[in-house]
C-alpha cells in the first residue's frame, strides 16, 4: 500500500484502481496530451479520471446528476456531459474532443458500448470494465472495422501492475474517493446503498467497527 494511506483508503486498490491502472497504462500506455471518456462515478470510473489527470492527459466524464457531474469538475473533469440529455452522447464527446478520445473506460457494457464506439476514433482504445447495462450488446461492426479500434475487457489485474501503481501513487498526491463507509453489521445496507445508485466513489466495509 503507499506510503501515508490508511487502510481504508488502500482498501480500494486491489479492484477499483488497479482495474482503471491495467485499463491506461498496462494496455495502452497512456501519456501527456491523451484523452480519456469515463462513464458514471464509480469506483473505477472516480480512479480512472485521477489517473488520467496524474498522468496530464485531458478527461471527459459522464453523468445524470447535476450535481455528480460538478463534483466532477472539482476531481479535474474537463469536460462534463449529462447523458439523459442526448442519446448520441458518445458523438458529443467527439466533437468535443474534435475527432474522438484516445481512450474510453466503459462500464456500462451492452447500454453504453456503441456510444463508447462513436466516441473513439481510429486507432482508439475501449476498455470494458462493467456489464451494468447488460450482458449482450448490439453494435455497428462496419464502424468498429472502420475505425480499427481496440476493444478490451478487463478485470483487475496482477500483483507486479499493482506494486507498479503503489509506486506511482506514492509520487502523487491524490486519494481514493470515499464516498461513506459501514460497520460489518450494516453490510445489507452498505449493498443496498450502492444499488441506489447514489454513490461516488468507494463504498468502505469497516470489518472492525460496530
Known amino acids: 500500500m503507499p ?3 490508511s487502510y481504508a483508503d ?3 486498490l486491489p479492484c477499483a484502481a488497479l482495474t482503471a491502472w491495467r485499463g491506461l497504462v498496462e494496455i495502452r500506455k497512456i501519456k501527456a496530451g491523451d484523452s480519456v471518456l469515463v462513464e458514471g462515478t464509480g469506483g473505477v470510473s472516480i480512479f480512472a479520471l485521477q489517473l488520467a489527470k496524474a ?3 485531458t478527461v471527459y466524464a459522464t453523468s445524470s446528476s447535476p450535481e455528480k457531474l460538478e463534483r466532477l469538475r ?3 473533469a474537463d469536460h462534463v456531459i449529462n447523458y439523459r440529455e442526448g442519446a448520441r452522447w458518445g458523438e458529443t464527446v467527439s466533437t468535443l474532443s474534435k475527432g474522438g478520445v484516445d481512450h474510453v473506460i466503459d462500464v456500462g457494457g ?3 458500448l456503441a456510444q463508447s464506439i462513436s466516441a473513439v476514433p481510429v486507432d482508439g482504445n475501449v476498455v470494458l470494465i462493467g456489464i451494468l447495462g447488460g450482458r449482450e450488446a448490439n453494435i455497428n461492426l462496419a464502424q468498429w472495422m472502420i475505425k ?3 476493444i478490451r475487457p478487463v478485470a483487475v489485474g496482477s500483483r507486479a501492475m499493482q506494486i507498479d501503481m503503489v509506486h506511482f501513487l506514492d509520487e502523487q498526491s491524490l486519494r481514493p474517493v470515499i464516498d461513506s463507509t459501514f460497520s460489518l453489521d450494516r453490510l445489507a445496507e452498505a449493498f443496498a446503498y450502492q444499488v441506489s445508485g447514489q454513490h461516488f466513489g468507494k463504498i468502505v466495509i469497516d470489518l472492525l467497527s460496530r
Do not use: Y
Request: hydrophobic share 40%; aromatic share 12%; no cysteine.
Open 148 to 150: 480499427q479500434q481496440h
Open 74 to 76: 472539482q476531481l479535474g
Open 55 to 57: 498522468f496530464g492527459a
Open 10 to 12: 488502500a482498501s480500494t
Open 3 to 5: 506510503r501515508d494511506w
Open 110 to 112: 451492452a447500454a453504453t
